[in-house]
Nanobody, 121 residues
Framework: QVQLVESGGGLVQPGGSLRLSCAAS????????MGWYRQAPGKQRELVAT???????NYADSVKGRFTISRDNAKNTLYLQMNSLQPEDTAVYYC???????????????WGQGTQVTVSS
C-alpha cells in the first residue's frame, strides 16, 4: 500500500500562486510515476499532471504553461507549483502514485484526503 498526504491548498486571488505538496510513504518502490488530479464541484475527477521516475512530465491542456509538477525522490515528496491561477482551477487536488507504460499513466494508489484550492477575489 502507498499512503499519500496532500497539503498546501488554500484561498488565493485570481492570478496568484500556490504550491501543493504530497508526502508519500509505504510501498512506493512499486511506482514509476506520480500524478496530480483535481475534482471541481459537480465535475469528474481529471488528471492534471504526471511525472515519471526519470523526470518526464505531462500536463493537461488546461494547465499547460501555468502548472509545474516536480518530485524530490530523497524526500518522497511530490509537488505541484500552480501559477496564474483562475477561478476555474478551484477544486480539490489529489496526488496519486502509478505506473507509466508507453506514455500512458495508470493510477495504482488509493486516494489521499486531497487539499482544497479555491481561486476567488
Amino acid at each position: 500500500q502507498v499512503q499519500l498526504v496532500e497539503s498546501g491548498g488554500g484561498l488565493v486571488q485570481p492570478g496568484g500562486s500556490l504550491r501543493l505538496s504530497c508526502a508519500a510513504s509505504g510501498s512506493i518502490f512499486r511506482l514509476n510515476a506520480m500524478g496530480w488530479y483535481r475534482q471541481a464541484p459537480g465535475k469528474q475527477r481529471e488528471l492534471v499532471a504526471t511525472i515519471t521516475s526519470g523526470g518526464t512530465t505531462n500536463y493537461a491542456d488546461s494547465v499547460k504553461g501555468r502548472f509545474t509538477i516536480s518530485r524530490d525522490n530523497a524526500k518522497n515528496t511530490l509537488y505541484l507549483q500552480m501559477n496564474s491561477l483562475q477561478p476555474e482551477d478551484t477544486a480539490v487536488y489529489y496526488c496519486s502514485g502509478g505506473i507509466n507504460h508507453n506514455g500512458a499513466y495508470s493510477r495504482i494508489s488509493t486516494w489521499g484526503q486531497g487539499t482544497q484550492v479555491t481561486v476567488s477575489s
